[in-house]
Nanobody
């Protein structure tokens, strides 16, 4: 069975750092583009970052550019999101997604709370 399992969320103070992981199994991980999305209370799902199948191209939402870094390890089938200088507005449930064409696979989400 194809699975994406997220970990690394938690409570952090403003200005702190956190690294999210998304471990994949059951599909050809290296063939998929990977994405991070987030959804804050009362808001819709928001694009955060994506990375192509080889890891050579990355894109970021303006709200996180310069603070967040997306990366992948195709040998370990893991997607990462390094989050630095966290702000209260980063508080959200973070979801990973693997996609090729119209075929999408989603993780279960992990809660990130940034609060003083």
């Amino acid at each position: 069975q194809a699975q994406l399992v997220e970990s690394g969320g938690g409570l952090v103070q403003p200005g702190g750092s956190l690294r999210l992981s998304c471990a994949a199994s059951g599909f050809i991980f290296s063939a998929y583009s990977l994405y991070w999305y987030r959804q804050a209370p009362g808001k819709g799902r928001e694009f955060v970052a994506n990375i192509n199948s080889t890891g050579h191209r990355k894109n970021y939402a303006d709200s996180v550019k310069g603070r967040f870094t997306i990366s992948r390890d195709n040998a370990k089938n893991v997607l990462y999101l390094q989050m630095n200088n966290l702000k209260p507005e980063d508080t959200s449930v973070y979801y990973c997604k693997a996609a090729v064409g119209l075929n999408e696979r989603w993780g279960q989400g992990t809660q990130v709370t940034v609060s003083s």
